[in-house]
């Protein structure tokens, strides 16, 4: 009897053993066996969860529980309330502890557009825009900005980012030009060592494992798959028309490096390629990038791209979720309807139109990158991050940036005559332009609202104030936006900064077919320009249409969109440092060049890509 009895107890405790012991909350299990483990586990509902991206506004955790949400993010601009980086740290804590009620206690990802810094942040570093970052060609550079983005996010108790944009724009008229980091396929290959910065370093840099080090890291995305940066016209989200060994040399190419460099996620385009949209495209999306190219993390829609797929708008949301899916997609940014979204694709599923092999590869995906990353051992934010949010020393790091993206275009009209470097003790000196004394349009799109803002959206420094900051305590400043003739000659300036440049804008709202300065930064280099001598600084998205007005300036030098950091401008054209920027795309003369690239036949620029001068080799000297 007592025998039996201790027989009894030896077999409950080995059953209720097994039944309790979920190999795949060992964090020292392999990651492929903690996969097999809680697939197997899952069911169609718990699968279809995780497949489902919903936008902060639609969630709480009720939502996150009832139905097993596996991963949630926010739209450009759109902030928990006070946007602080505690009001950030609760919110994505409260959303994590719906998602861990559930039965399987998988942790949702919560994903951002941390695209230059954390740029939906208040008081966030923001960093220059890729255009930029480009002209440094300094990848070690790239890595340190991707570690402190990093950092800015984990702040906030974030673990996923939406970056880097790898697209190679091939045409500046496209409104997101400025996330690319090149014309050059091969400079965007290169600029890819920023994956490093956001995830670590893997031990086998070329292993092509997804890859986060550890919890001061975050998942980094590719986007967008494949060809946006190739559309005609530069129309946003259009067609792409190319072969496809092209398609490869140009646009493909560096998917192959982040892949390499352990890339966790890739983000698809909304673009099509010869009319097939790249969310319909199983051909591309499993056939070339998973089996192929062997990407092993998850890839995942962008935002509402399955309501574009038919048209108009969502005509047949069916066809659009059957498409997608079976295309390869794993993980859908919805971001709203949710409920359409899992119906469809539970329905999809239960009637044989998708296969379950394909719900259990994208689920499989998605749960190696969240075991990967130590998501299940530290779903909740890190409080002890919380200080490096718009730290001094990023903000270090992001006047380095702004610094080595200028690029010198010409400097003094006549030989050995250059303006540049300024004088620091000059008696008068008139700072001019709309974007002179101006945050929001010195950080672009993508600052604090997805199509950002002019005015002091954010923390910074800007140029006037730089310029205030750098010169001597005898020079009087003069600053004014935009004067009317007659203005600055009666100022009696030894020199002008004129600061001048495109609006903020983001996405299909900066597509542009004409590619001017806006009247206002024209007026303004006329009447400074044509007065006294002129440096003129250009805060662009990408060249713009320059020939007219460049035999009236004395200087000219390419800002880009150069973020919160306007000290990196004035370190430069006072001569604390040279200039080391060279041009990352061409500067056309008329955009009836358009598209223009270098190596193609009818190549004939203003300035070449690769173009910068020095100050010490400037002309004349
Ligand atoms: C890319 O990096 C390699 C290795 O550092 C270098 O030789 C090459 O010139 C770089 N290419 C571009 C376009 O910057
Ligand atoms: C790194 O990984 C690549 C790709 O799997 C492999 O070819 C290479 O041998 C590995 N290198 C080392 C040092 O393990
Ligand atoms: C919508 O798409 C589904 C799936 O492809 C298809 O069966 C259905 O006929 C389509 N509906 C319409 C109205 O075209
Ligand atoms: C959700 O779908 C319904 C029905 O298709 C539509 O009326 C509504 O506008 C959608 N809501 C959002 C936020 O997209
Ligand atoms: C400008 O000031 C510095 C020190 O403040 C001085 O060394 C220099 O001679 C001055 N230059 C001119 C042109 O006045
Ligand atoms: C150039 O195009 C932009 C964007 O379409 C438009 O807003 C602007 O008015 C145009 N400018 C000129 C001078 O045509």
């Not at 208040?122 to 480009?134: K, R």
């Not at 709202?509 to 590619?515: A, F, I, S």
Request: with cysteine.
């Amino acid at each position: 009897m007592a025998i039996r009895v201790i027989f009894l107890s030896c077999v409950f405790f080995l059953v209720s053993n097994v039944v309790s012991m979920d190999l795949y909350k060992d964090p020292k299990m392999d990651v492929e066996v903690r996969i097999v483990d809680v697939l197997q586990k899952m069911t169609l509902a718990e699968k279809v969860g995780q497949m489902t991206q919903i936008d902060l506004t639609v969630t709480d955790p009720s939502v996150m529980k009832d139905y097993n949400i596996g991963s949630v993010l926010n739209g450009g601009g759109t902030v928990p309330e006070g946007n602080t980086v505690t009001a950030w740290q609760n919110m994505i804590d409260k959303f994590q502890s719906g998602a861990l009620a559930t039965r399987l206690q998988i942790p949702m990802i919560y994903g951002v557009d941390a695209v230059h810094g954390h740029n939906n942040v208040h008081e966030a570093t923001i960093f220059p825009h890729n255009v930029g970052l480009g002209c440094t060609r300094d990848p070690e550079l790239l890595k340190r900005i991707g570690e402190a983005t990093a950092l800015e996010v984990r702040a906030t108790g974030i673990p996923y980012v939406f970056a880097p944009c790898i697209a190679t724009c091939r045409d500046p008229r496209w409104g997101r030009c400025y996330e690319s980091y090149s014309e050059s396929t091969d400079l965007v290959r290169n600029m890819t060592d920023f994956i490093f910065g956001l995830q670590g370093e893997p031990a086998n840099k070329t292993a092509g494992v997804p890859f986060v080090a550890d919890s001061s890291k975050v998942a980094a995305c590719a986007k967008h798959y494949v060809g946006d940066g190739g559309t005609m016209r530069g129309i946003d989200e259009a067609n792409t028309v190319i072969d496809y060994e092209s398609l490869v040399k140009i646009h493909m190419a560096p998917y192959v490096d982040s892949i390499a460099k352990g890339v966790s996620t890739i983000m698809v385009s909304y673009s099509s390629w010869n009319g097939v949209k790249m969310h319909a495209n199983e051909y591309l999306v499993t056939q070339v990038l998973k089996n192929e190219l062997k990407f092993q993390g998850f890839l995942i829609s962008d935002w509402e791209a399955l309501d574009r797929i038919t048209t108009p708008w969502g005509a047949n949301y069916t066809y659009s979720v059957q498409a997608s899916i079976n295309a390869g997609i794993d993980m859908v940014m919805v971001p709203y309807n949710y409920t359409i979204f899992i119906s469809e694709l539970t329905r999809l599923v239960e009637s044989g139109y998708i296969k379950m092999d394909r719900i259990n590869d994208a689920v499989t995906r998605i749960l190696r990158v969240k075991f990967m990353m130590g998501l299940f051992e530290q779903p909740f934010a890190d409080k002890s991050y919380s200080d490096y949010l718009g730290c001094q020393a990023h903000r270090v790091i992001a006047r380095e940036a702004a610094r080595k993206s200028l690029v010198l275009l010409k400097n003094g009209k006549e030989a050995g005559k250059p303006l540049l470097p300024l004088s620091k003790n000059a008696s008068r000196i008139l700072v001019a332009g709309s974007h002179a004394d101006d945050i929001g349009r010195q950080c672009g799109g993508w600052t604090i609202s997805w199509q950002g803002a002019a005015g002091s959206t954010t923390k910074g420094t800007t140029i006037l104030e730089a310029v205030k900051n750098t010169v001597s305590a005898e020079s009087q400043v003069i600053y004014e936006s935009d004067p009317e003739a007659g203005f600055a000659k009666s100022q009696g300036a030894d020199y002008a900064i004129v600061v001048v440049g495109e609006p903020p804008y983001a996405e299909y709202e900066g597509d542009n077919l004409n590619l001017t300065i806006p009247a206002e930064g024209v007026h303004t280099i006329h009447n400074v320009c044509s007065e006294v001598k002129c440096v003129v600084i250009l805060i662009s998205g990408r060249p713009l249409v320059i020939e007219p007005y460049l035999p009236m300036m004395d200087a000219l030098v390419a800002a880009w969109l150069p973020g919160s950091e306007g000290a990196g401008i004035t370190d430069v054209i006072f001569g604390d440092e040279e200039f080391v920027g060279v041009l990352s795309r061409n500067w056309f003369k008329t955009v009836d060049q358009l598209p223009m690239n270098v190596g193609d036949k009818h190549y004939d620029p203003l300035f070449p890509y690769g173009f910068g001068l020095k100050m010490g080799t400037a002309l004349g000297n």
